[in-house]
């Protein structure tokens, strides 16, 4: 049996650089992403805390109004997902612990 990927559903911005995901297999997370925004797409919103305040959730990640994207699995697991959660694996991969040290 193929389990399917876990996704983010919702994302709601919290303090500073951090939000609040909620997951396709129903867990809810936080992440800090501050070190995730470098580079030239993600100054507007190191800048503006208002635009990153603008986060959505498309095709299973998060996006803002700039295009400015982050990939679900560093979101998630802080990499690739773990070997279970690949396509046609069997078992169900949990998500990283439900919040950040820093």
Same mark, same amino acid.
């Given at each position: 049996?193929?389990?399917? #990927?876990?996704?983010?559903?919702?994302?709601?911005? !919290?303090?500073? &650089?951090?939000?609040?995901?909620?997951?396709?297999? %129903?867990?809810?997370?936080?992440?800090?992403?501050?070190?995730? !925004?470098? *580079?030239?797409? &993600?100054?507007?919103?190191?800048?503006?805390?208002?635009?990153?305040?603008?986060?959505?959730?498309?095709? *299973?990640?998060?996006?803002?109004?700039?295009?400015?994207? #982050?990939?679900?699995?560093?979101?998630?697991?802080?990499?690739?997902?773990?070997?279970?959660?690949?396509? *046609?694996? /069997? *078992?169900?991969?949990? /998500?990283?612990?439900?919040?950040?040290? %820093?």
């Amino acid at each position: 049996m193929n389990t399917p #990927l876990v996704r983010i559903r919702e994302a709601v911005p !919290l303090g500073g &650089f951090r939000l609040r995901l909620s997951l396709s297999d %129903g867990s809810v997370i936080e992440r800090d992403v501050s070190h995730l !925004l470098v *580079g030239p797409i &993600f100054e507007p919103l190191r800048k503006d805390r208002d635009l990153f305040a603008k986060v959505r959730v498309e095709a *299973g990640t998060v996006v803002w109004p700039n295009g400015a994207d #982050l990939c679900p699995e560093v979101l998630i697991w802080g990499g690739p997902p773990p070997a279970a959660e690949a396509p *046609g694996a /069997p *078992g169900k991969a949990r /998500p990283a612990s439900g919040t950040d040290s %820093g």
